[in-house]
């Protein structure tokens, strides 16, 4: 909260007319000399240049402190951050570095958001499920060491979000995005096989079918005589065909007695291509083809709220509130007011709200109705995990499985193995990380029936060894949690969008769904630097 400024006496001598009259005497060098010994200048290098009217701003460079920390008044801008994610830290983190006070309202009794990470002794609430009932509240038991990745898990190396790593010193370490080890089970299967097994099959025939085609004169319209030559070698390499231009497997497939001092035993009958184009394997493919999945990915040790307690650290404990619900936001001409359930009203300069958009619609206030009617536009997505701890690492000991996920069509949609604590006597696999309408399915259900559902899934894929030495488990059912309700948003038009990426008088939006990174913490990331460096242009020219 700002408090009041006592009103400046009529004709006193401000710093800006003082620097106005040396500029118009002496020329802009004599008034930059004198904005530097009144400590205004800004630097070289954090210095953003205001931009023209109706252009963008510069590209981000966190401002410093020494930048404006002194304005023409004497006074930094407050301003008020809805939400204490990665969005609102990092609004928080990089305005904190630039002198501004910052205050951030938190309505959960924790940092992070949707970027959580459980372990022993953690209590999980969630609202009452669709349709009624009363809420439910999981204690969480995992040994210790032990962690559960809720919320986000891995990170592409191309993510701003890994150069925030390096600026707060959270270590890194690889978490394996894609393992051939792994399994593939879809409906169209008799069984779970192995990745590298479902790939070579699928490959070989596409390239055999593609190969034959092409060796038949069907492409000679569209390749010539070199491409045809060309494209036959890089085929019979892509799907392991050989000269004959037929698959027939091979050791791409994987063996069922690993060689060694003997030449191993290959795993028996190939399947049909009928067979093989049944399955259904398009996706279960792919997976890890997008330029967002593709390996190496990363994660943080110990946890993924490693980078959001980092954040939280630099902001400040004194500037955080958790348990602070915002009732209403009212914007005025100069400034905004915050009403918050239990307490006095929290006014500052400006608000930046980080709030899930479906949440900060249903606030009163005095917003536009453009604005409102943006605000309700993007729907609130379902997206559900729950941790298994195992008291036995049977995946790695059993299995050979270390990291990765299987992929399936179930409504489990994905099992992940961990990318850490490899060897150790326990270890948490990731049941189901299902999403969509697979995830919706597992909404209404209490955490003891997800249990069961998921246990019954992965016995199909690992058979019985599944369900036993099962330590503890948690789940999460991202539309039931309090003050977040999705797991993000799906925007059925970008109408709203490009409004919500400018301010409503004093009241700026940022989170990972106003960019084209929903779901990922470099979406937010991204979204609090637009929102410091606009914000930072519009104090500089105050």
């Given amino acids: 909260m700002q408090a009041d400024r006592p009103p400046r006496p009529a004709g006193a ?36 240049v205001p931009p023209a009217s109706g252009a963008a701003p510069t590209p981000f460079v966190p401002p410093r402190r020494s930048d404006f ?20 830290l990092a609004v928080a983190y990089e305005l904190g570095k630039a002198g501004y006070h910052c205050t951030v309202l938190e309505a959960r009794d924790r940092v992070g958001g949707r970027s959580l990470t459980l372990r022993g002794g953690d209590v999980l609430e969630e609202t009452a499920a669709p349709g009624g009932g009363a809420g439910a509240r999981q204690r969480v038991t995992f040994g210790e060491g032990t962690y559960f990745n809720a919320g986000p898990a891995r990170i592409a190396q191309w993510m701003v979000t890994l150069d925030y790593c390096r600026e707060l010193g959270v270590p890194l370490e690889v978490f394996v995005n894609a393992n051939s080890s792994a399994y593939v089970l879809t409906e169209g299967m008799k069984g779970p096989v192995r990745v590298r097994t479902a790939r070579a099959d699928a490959y070989g025939y596409i390239s055999e079918l593609l190969a034959k085609a092409t060796d038949e004169g069907a492409l000679d ?77 990363f994660q943080p040790v110990g946890g993924m709220d490693a980078i959001v307690r980092a954040l939280a650290a630099r902001v400040g404990a004194d500037r955080i509130r958790t348990g602070v619900q915002v009732t209403g936001i009212t914007g005025r001409p100069d400034g905004v007011e915050v009403t918050v359930a239990g ?69 489990i949609g994905h099992i992940w193995y961990p990318s850490y604590g490899y060897h150790a006597e326990r270890g948490l696999v990731v049941g189901y990380y299902n999403t969509g309408p697979a995830a919706e399915a597992y909404d209404g259900l209490a955490h003891r029936e997800r249990l069961r559902r998921a246990l019954a899934a992965g016995r199909r894929v690992h ?38 990426q400018r301010p409503a008088g004093r009241v700026y939006f940022a989170g990972d769904w106003l960019t084209h990174l929903i779901a990922w913490q470099a979406g937010a990331l991204e979204s609090a630097r637009k929102v410091v460096t606009d914000l930072h242009h519009r104090v500089l020219k105050s």
């Fill in 463 to 500: 058979g019985a060894k599944y369900g036993r030495d099962i330590l503890a488990a948690t789940s999460i059912a991202w539309r039931r949690q309090p003050h977040i309700e999705g797991a993000w948003v799906r925007w059925p038009s970008t109408g709203g969008l490009s409004l919500l």
């Fill in 221 to 297: 319209a569209r390749l010539t005589a070199a491409d045809k030559e060309r494209l036959l070698d890089f085929l019979t390499h892509f799907g392991d065909i050989g000269g004959s231009l037929a698959y027939t497997g091979g050791e791409r497939r994987g063996f069922r007695v690993d060689p060694g001092v003997g030449a191993g035993t290959g795993l028996g009958r190939v399947p049909s291509l009928t067979e093989v184009l049944s399955q259904g394997l398009g996706r279960m493919l792919t997976m890890d083809a997008g330029y967002e999945q593709a390996m190496p990915m």
């Fill in 13 to 48: 001598l401000t710093r800006r007319s003082l620097l106005v009259g040396i500029g118009a005497a002496g020329g802009a060098g004599a008034m930059y000399a004198a904005m530097g010994v009144l400590g205004l200048a800004p630097t070289e290098r954090t210095a953003p």
């Fill in 343 to 411: 307490g006095a009203p929290v006014r500052a300069d400006y608000c930046v709200a980080t709030l899930p958009p479906h949440v900060l619609a249903k606030i009163p206030g005095n917003l536009d109705a453009g604005v409102r009617a943006a605000l309700a536009t993007p729907i609130p997505m379902s997206a559900g995990k729950i941790g298994l701890e195992y008291g036995r690492r049977w995946w790695e000991i059993e299995d050979q499985v270390y990291g990765g996920a299987t992929e399936t069509d179930l409504d």
């Fill in 69 to 88: 920390t002194l304005r023409g008044d004497g006074a930094p801008a407050s301003v008020l951050v809805l939400g204490a994610g990665v969005a609102g």
